[in-house]
Nanobody, 124 residues
């Protein structure tokens, strides 16, 4: 059974940094992704990483501020978040799944495996 577990969430002031970690219990596809969901809003993509090469993809809202990396030995992916803004406040989820059409998927439906989420709160 595949299990993903996130950690590292918390509260931080605007302009601060946090690093989230996601560890999976077993191999569950070559793509790992981060999504977030704020209260009353739909789940949105943050970015993903192809674990074979380490090549990342970022959505525009976080490009230049967030960095995704992975450690295949630890079956882990990381989300380094810098220059945090109040609008980054959300529950952050890690997901994993197969590569699709030579790319990691960008939508929630592309990922069959999910963690329970970790809360990130950014105050102004």
């Amino acid at each position: 059974q595949v299990q993903l577990s996130e950690s590292g969430g918390g509260s931080v002031q605007a302009g601060g940094s946090l690093t989230l970690s996601c560890t999976r219990s077993t191999y569950s596809g070559n793509c790992m992704a981060w999504f977030r969901q704020a209260p009353g809003k739909e789940r949105e993509g943050v970015g993903n990483i192809y674990t074979v090469t380490g090549f990342p993809y970022y959505f525009d809202a976080v490009k230049g501020r967030f960095t995704i990396s992975r450690n295949n030995t630890k079956r882990a992916a990381y989300l380094q978040m810098d220059s945090l803004k109040p609008e980054d406040t959300a529950m952050y989820y890690c997901a994993s799944g197969p590569i699709r059409n030579s790319n990691c998927g960008r939508g929630p439906s592309d990922y069959p495996f999910w963690g329970q989420g970790t809360q990130v709160t950014v105050s102004s």
